[in-house]
């Protein structure tokens, strides 16, 4: 038992898969797993994985494509107490060493992939090891349950280490604690559209809305050049989801001109990125009173959420906001800066005291964002206290990508801001300024930033500035690098 009258993680996931073997738990193609079906593989897994070697502490990363057999592997790994890594595709070489360096003991994949030449456990071949079966959950409160990451100021991934309590007191991971939003969200994940990465926390919060609500996950298969949105919930006959404003704003489009039946849907998430008041409008008046939107950090979780309810509501500033934090999430404002407390945040960065000292002050997490609540207690983002661009729902730092642009010889400074974008909700802008020799190839300074610190991180445009202007604070003035076409000798697309 956790601190808290509530069954460890993740005895809740096993409960609800044996009270209910024979529904549908995901649907992959013409392919249904029960519920049943599920918690034997769970089982065969962790009995395989004890059998390498691993158990309580032990540090395994998980690489894999999203599946059943994937989730049921993160699931065995924490009936085992293992630290379960993370790892997303796309990482380039020197952040995967990275990774891969944080306590591992070892790595989970499917399929063939190459692991920087490590030794790798298939995830076939432990599915089909006849070792004997373990749902004995072994996990403590106290060890780390999991590491997600973010991209990290430096340009290394920082990994968020989450523990065992806090998942056990979790807001989506725990039923008996689910607030009427979290309830009536999980209501609406009958059928849920599960696609990205089961790295993402997110992914997995909304992912385990639908599993403990007694919903099926379906993971759609390719369409051609059709996008998910809004094509594969009308395929899939999908009833809820999470997407991101990119993906929202692509799918209206595609509404306002096709008629593609997505009325099945009964919640749809809106997150990752900042979100206007006229595309939420926008957004309710197409799709009805589905729509949800949130705020949260790789660090806190969730933090709060603007329910369908609270829109309908009004008054018409609501859609300002980003909802009402979780009922046991403590909301503080200094200096313009909202800080969080949960029992489920994060409980440091793994293996990096100095940055965690830095966020974690009193118990408090500095988001290092700017906003309000109102008498109403809602809660207004107002902008960022740090440098970073959102792509992709993925906080990208600045500071990473004008040292890498900086370090090519043609480059004598290097600035990076964000700007909001329709494909990726933000996208990174580089403004340099040459060398003597001139501007060096565009491509060039790309394939540069993609080596070092991948694809979300690349410059949509790379403009040549003769200088950068200077703020009052003397600080580097970006809104007037965005903004002034004065200072530009020549963009590149």
């Known amino acids: 038992m956790s601190g808290s009258a509530v069954p460890l993680f993740p005895c809740a996931v096993l409960d609800?898969?044996?009270?209910?073997?024979?529904?549908?738990?995901?649907?992959?193609?013409?392919?249904?797993?029960?519920?049943?079906?599920?918690?034997?593989?769970?089982?065969?897994?962790?009995?395989?994985?004890?059998?390498?070697?691993?158990?309580?502490?032990?540090?395994?990363?998980?690489?894999?494509?999203?599946?059943?057999?994937?989730?049921a592997a993160h699931i065995a790994a924490h009936v085992l107490g293992c630290r379960v890594v993370g790892v997303r595709p796309g990482y380039p070489a020197a952040q995967l060493v990275h990774v891969l360096g944080m306590g591992v003991d070892a790595i989970l994949a499917d399929g063939s992939a190459d692991l920087m030449g490590r030794r790798v456990l298939r995830l076939e071949r432990l599915l089909d090891s006849g070792a004997p079966p373990v749902l004995d959950v072994a996990s403590r409160p106290g060890d780390v349950a999991m590491l997600t990451f973010t991209s990290g100021s430096t340009g290394r991934p920082k990994g968020c280490a989450i523990t065992y309590r806090a998942l056990s007191e979790h807001w989506s991971w725990q039923p008996a604690l689910w607030s009427p939003p979290a309830r009536e969200m999980a209501a609406g994940f009958g059928r849920y559209l599960l696609f990205g990465t089961l790295a993402s926390m997110v992914v997995l919060e909304f992912l385990a809305l639908c599993l403990l609500g007694g919903g099926t996950a379906v993971i759609p298969e390719e369409d051609g050049d059709r996008p998910l949105f809004p094509y594969g919930i009308e395929r899939h006959r999908i009833t809820g989801s999470i997407i991101t404003v990119p993906r929202l704003t692509r799918m209206l489009d595609v509404l306002r001109d096709e008629p593609v039946d997505v009325g099945r849907l009964r919640a749809l998430m809106v997150s990752g990125s900042p979100l206007s008041p006229d595309r939420l409008a926008a957004a309710v008046e197409r799709l009805g009173p589905v729509v949800y939107h949130g705020y949260g950090q790789t660090e806190a979780g969730s933090i709060s959420i603007l329910t369908p309810g609270e829109i309908a509501r009004g008054p018409a500033h609501v859609l300002e906001s980003v909802g009402r934090p979780h009922p046991r999430v403590e909301i503080g404002i200094r200096d313009g800066e909202i800080r969080v407390r949960s029992p489920y945040q994060m409980s440091g960065y793994w293996g990096d005291d100095e940055e965690t000292r830095a966020t974690l002050r009193d118990g408090w997490l500095l988001t290092r964002d700017l906003g309000r609540v109102d008498e109403d207690g809602l809660l207004y983002l107002s902008g960022r206290a740090r440098d970073v661009v959102m792509v992709n729902a993925m906080v990208v730092y600045a500071g990473p990508i004008e040292r890498v642009l900086a370090s090519h010889p043609g480059v004598v400074e290097a600035y990076v801001a964000g700007a909001p974008d329709e494909e990726t909700g933000e996208a990174v802008h580089a403004f340099v300024v040459p060398a003597d020799g001139g501007l060096p190839d565009a491509g060039e300074l790309r394939d540069l930033v993609r080596a070092e610190l991948g694809g979300d991180s690349v410059p949509r445009t790379v403009t040549a500035v003769s200088g950068v202007p200077m703020a009052a604070t003397g600080k580097p003035d970006k809104a007037a690098l965005l903004s002034d076409r004065s200072l530009r000798i020549r963009r590149e697309h």
């Open 16 to 71: 609800l898969l044996r009270s209910s073997p024979e529904g549908v738990a995901f649907e992959q193609g013409e392919r249904r797993v029960s519920r049943g079906e599920l918690l034997e593989m769970i089982g065969r897994l962790a009995g395989a994985l004890r059998a390498a070697g691993l158990g309580p502490g032990s540090g395994l990363a998980i690489r894999t494509a999203v599946s059943p057999e994937a989730f």
